[in-house]
């Protein structure tokens, strides 16, 4: 029997069904993982998500996209393959894409991470025959603190900061990491405020329902007082731009799984560097193959060639696939504009 999936030059691909996981080319049907940029990508004639990634992704690509929505386990059967979508717990919406046709079952997991953050749901192991991974921080050197410790370090490092009278700036990607910070900042230190992009999403997410701490747009003003001993929640590109010198005295953290990389705090230009990721740490990308029951694993976007080889030494036939996908961690700390 043929492969239900295969890896093509416009994305993951299943021939039976005529559908595209996460494709960075535009196709007739693209089944979308979540909604950050390297998986969710303008072009494709329609698309097909969860329902709490649909308002996101309208926000992001366009109002005008052709989208259905599905709720977590909602089955849909396009040419006899049988498709659901199921929480990855990376961002809100996000999910892994369960494929089944005649007894073959794949699972494509996109991004995900198995610490519940509270706003994006629980990871669910899905059980299949064939898994295709992320990697984004396939090595055993990451393994993440618990989450209430980061936020602890976050808030003293506020309150230090306004002790001094300076403004914190904290960098976040938009989606994801910036709602899970700003959920867990003690609003007894002082005012929150957001940068427009992040605030602008977090409108999207209020309006669906989801609880997402205020935090006010900065004004585009220039220098102001009022922003002492505040804190800025604010996207990757915003540190060390121009942008941030309207705040006069002020300090700058940069919260993501790479802080846990030697070297690229100081290389962004950040004073203070907070290790808390979206993505599965090394024990949660192996506990979670091991609770698919999967013994095929393709792995993507990361460490792909070392933990494909790890995963070998393990007893699974796994290799690594080359893909579009960066892990969006990496890409923000680059390229996210403010």
């Given at each position: 029997?043929?492969?239900?999936?295969?890896?093509?030059?416009?994305?993951?691909?299943?021939?039976?069904?005529?559908?595209?996981?996460?494709?960075?080319?535009?196709?007739?049907?693209?089944?979308?993982?979540?909604?950050?940029?390297?998986?969710?990508?303008?072009?494709?004639?329609?698309?097909?998500?969860?329902?709490?990634?649909?308002?996101?992704?309208?926000?992001?690509?366009?109002?005008?996209?052709?989208?259905?929505?599905?709720?977590?386990?909602?089955?849909?059967?396009?040419?006899?393959?049988?498709?659901?979508?199921?929480?990855?717990?990376?961002?809100?919406?996000?999910?892994?894409?369960?494929?089944?046709?005649?007894?073959?079952?794949?699972?494509?997991?996109?991004?995900?991470?198995?610490?519940?953050?509270?706003?994006?749901?629980?990871?669910?192991?899905?059980?299949?025959?064939?898994?295709?991974?992320?990697?984004?921080?396939?090595?055993?050197?990451?393994?993440?603190?618990?989450?209430?410790?980061?936020?602890?370090?976050?808030?003293?490092?506020?309150?230090?900061?306004?002790?001094?009278?300076r403004t914190s700036i904290i960098s976040a990607y938009s989606l994801g990491k910036a709602q899970r910070i700003l959920n867990n900042l003690n609003t007894d230190v002082g005012p929150i405020y957001a940068h427009a992009?992040?605030?602008?999403?977090?409108?999207?997410?209020?309006?669906?329902?989801?609880?997402?701490?205020?935090?006010?747009?900065?004004?585009?003003?220039?220098?102001?007082?009022?922003?002492?001993?505040?804190?800025?929640?604010?996207?990757?590109?915003?540190?060390?731009?121009?942008?941030?010198?309207?705040?006069?005295?002020?300090?700058?953290?940069?919260?993501?799984?790479?802080?846990?990389?030697?070297?690229?705090?100081?290389?962004?230009?950040?004073?203070?560097?907070?290790?808390?990721?979206?993505?599965?740490?090394?024990?949660?990308?192996?506990?979670?193959?091991?609770?698919?029951?999967?013994?095929?694993?393709?792995?993507?976007?990361?460490?792909?060639?070392?933990?494909?080889?790890?995963?070998?030494?393990?007893?699974?036939?796994?290799?690594?696939?080359?893909?579009?996908?960066?892990?969006?961690?990496?890409?923000?700390?680059?390229?996210?504009?403010?």
């Amino acid at each position: 029997m043929a492969d239900l999936l295969v890896f093509t030059d416009k994305g993951i691909y299943c021939p039976q069904a005529d559908v595209y996981i996460d494709p960075w080319k535009p196709v007739n049907k693209a089944l979308i993982t979540h909604a950050h940029s390297d998986h969710a990508r303008s072009g494709h004639k329609q698309y097909l998500a969860t329902l709490d990634s649909v308002p996101v992704l309208k926000h992001r690509l366009g109002s005008f996209i052709k989208i259905q929505g599905l709720a977590y386990g909602e089955n849909i059967t396009i040419n006899q393959v049988q498709i659901s979508f199921h929480p990855a717990g990376h961002v809100i919406g996000s999910a892994q894409i369960r494929l089944a046709y005649k007894g073959e079952i794949w699972v494509a997991s996109g991004d995900y991470k198995v610490e519940n953050d509270g706003l994006s749901g629980q990871f669910q192991p899905v059980k299949c025959h064939s898994f295709i991974t992320e990697s984004t921080f396939g090595l055993p050197s990451f393994k993440w603190k618990p989450q209430e410790q980061v936020y602890q370090e976050i808030n003293d490092w506020w309150q230090i900061n306004k002790d001094l009278g300076r403004t914190s700036i904290i960098s976040a990607y938009s989606l994801g990491k910036a709602q899970r910070i700003l959920n867990n900042l003690n609003t007894d230190v002082g005012p929150i405020y957001a940068h427009a992009a992040i605030e602008n999403t977090n409108e999207v997410l209020r309006n669906q329902g989801f609880n997402i701490q205020a935090s006010p747009k900065i004004e585009n003003s220039g220098k102001s007082d009022k922003y002492k001993g505040a804190m800025i929640v604010a996207p990757p590109s915003a540190i060390g731009s121009a942008w941030t010198k309207k705040f006069g005295d002020y300090e700058e953290a940069i919260v993501s799984g790479w802080m846990n990389v030697r070297g690229i705090k100081r290389r962004r230009n950040a004073e203070r560097g907070f290790v808390l990721s979206d993505h599965a740490d090394w024990p949660g990308l192996n506990s979670a193959i091991k609770e698919t029951g999967a013994q095929q694993i393709f792995v993507t976007h990361g460490y792909t060639e070392i933990f494909a080889q790890w995963l070998c030494e393990q007893g699974y036939d796994a290799k690594a696939v080359k893909t579009a996908f960066t892990g969006d961690e990496e890409v923000d700390l680059n390229t996210e504009t403010v």
